[in-house]
């Protein structure tokens, strides 16, 4: 904020400090806002994974009923997808691999745009509100609306004759109607994340008018890259939603609780969201740290 040189030191500071009280304000207003936001969703989403149960005949609560083994099984599930994910987030991996880039990219704008700024209690109702309303409506609802179609599928065909017997005409996904419908919804969740964060290609980019050949050609290098990117965050986003949803549904078909994938969704989700939040304050701490190094070194004349 630029201030009228004709304006004394203290009133100076006074309308700085009134600008930075109104600047963190605004702030922490657009951070409630988003955080009654995200909740008032999950809590829709459950409300509406209830209503596709009554409407579907099934069980609204997936099973749901409180042990030490649906908490345990929880534990065990979450740890090879955090394990993976650490692992393509580290820095070493990240800087030889543009792959580990556009995951590292998804991953830190997520952090970026709603969780930097979160107070812990804050941080733990969302993740635990994400867990339990996500599972609620992908897994007990979706999932299990199209598992129990596929199953009475299979009643209808049991009494097939003549030439339907002979011919085979049984639906392929009969068998491992489970794992289908876990497959159907984790493409499902995958699509809908698309729809919702993809983010929109710019109408036009300013860059700096270079005369020389050389300049030109490498503005041209920087925007190659820089849409690569763009183009791989946008598949790797909704891919790697999917999978975690494939993975979470096949960890309710083994286990018949829905529980125990409520605890590895809200583990997985904890940590690598945790670790990423202190990654960004340990890279804005090295930052400030470096600035006051220089600004205090003798070299400094500024």
């Not at 409506?137 to 596929?150: E, K, M, P, S, T």
Request: with cysteine.
């Amino acid at each position: 904020m630029v201030l009228p040189f004709y304006l004394s030191s203290s009133v100076q500071h006074s309308l700085r400090n009134e600008a930075n009280y109104n600047f963190y304000r605004q702030f922490q207003f657009q951070l409630n806002w988003g955080y009654i936001h995200h909740s008032g969703i999950y809590a829709g989403m459950a409300l509406a994974g209830r209503a596709i149960c009554g409407l579907a005949g099934i069980d609204a609560t997936g099973g749901f009923h409180t042990s030490l083994t649906a908490l345990v099984e929880g534990l065990g599930y979450a740890s090879p997808p955090i394990m993976a994910l650490l692992f393509i987030l580290d820095d070493e991996v990240v800087k030889y691999s543009p792959h580990a880039r556009a995951i590292r990219d998804v991953e830190d704008e997520e952090l970026r745009s709603f969780f930097v700024g979160m107070s812990p209690w804050q941080f733990i109702l969302v993740v635990a509100a994400s867990s339990v309303g996500e599972e609620l409506f992908y897994r007990a609802a979706v999932q299990g609306a199209l598992a129990d179609i596929f199953l009475r599928g299979t009643e209808l065909m049991k009494d097939a004759r003549g030439i339907v017997s002979l011919s085979g005409m049984v639906p392929p996904f009969v068998p491992f109607a489970q794992t289908f419908a876990a497959a159907i919804t984790a493409a499902l969740t995958g699509s809908l994340y698309y729809i919702a964060t993809a983010p929109k290609d710019p109408t036009y980019v300013v860059m700096p008018v270079m005369h020389s050949n050389t300049g030109r050609a490498n503005i041209k290098k920087l925007f190659a890259a820089w849409y690569e990117r763009r183009q791989m965050r946008k598949i790797y986003s909704p891919l790697l939603e999917g999978i975690l949803a494939f993975y979470l549904g096949f960890e309710w078909i083994q286990t018949g609780n829905i529980l125990s994938p409520m605890i590895t969704h809200g583990i997985y989700s904890a940590v690598v969201l945790g670790h990423g939040l202190w990654k960004i304050q340990d890279h804005r701490r090295r930052l400030r740290q470096r600035i006051q190094e220089v600004r205090r070194s003798p070299d400094n004349k500024l």
